[in-house]
């Protein structure tokens, strides 16, 4: 059974950084997509990036790009998203998904999906200006 699971999160002044994980487990060989979302009350969903583990290749979202990086530690099977100059508007449920890859191409809009085979329950980052 895959599982995925966040950590990292918590209170951070403005300026600051965090680094959240999401820690795979159960997932079959092959390759995956795994990606990082957020969603702030009263907010729809936005997907930060996504990350091929095949390639090794993240593919950040354009309004986060910049400040946001994707990595991972293979031997762990944990995605890192390293964030930087944290804001108050990044205050939200972070959470991560993976799905396998379909296609070779399937990673690169994978953060722009709304439904996903795996989910982890999020971790909650909170930004004080």
């Known amino acids: 059974q895959v599982q995925l699971v966040e950590s990292g999160g918590g209170s951070v002044q403005a300026g600051g950084s965090l680094r959240l994980s999401c820690a795979a487990s159960?997932?079959?060989?092959?390759?995956?997509?795994i990606g990082w979302f957020r969603q702030a009350p009263g907010k729809e969903r936005e997907g930060l990036g996504s990350?091929?583990?095949?390639?090794?290749?993240?593919y950040i979202s354009s309004s986060v790009k910049g400040r946001f990086t994707m990595s991972q530690d293979n031997a762990k099977n944990i995605l890192y998203l390293q964030m930087h100059s944290l804001e108050p508007e990044d205050t939200a449920m972070y959470y991560c998904?993976?799905?396998?890859?379909?296609?070779?191409?399937?990673?690169?809009?994978?953060?722009?999906?709304?439904?996903?085979?795996?989910r982890g329950q999020g971790t909650q980052v909170t930004v004080s200006s």
């Open positions: 990350f091929d583990t095949d390639k090794n290749t993240s």
């Open positions: 998904a993976a799905d396998k890859r379909k296609i070779p191409t399937y990673c690169i809009g994978y953060y722009k999906r709304t439904s996903y085979d795996y």
């Open positions: 159960g997932l079959s060989d092959g390759s995956y997509c």
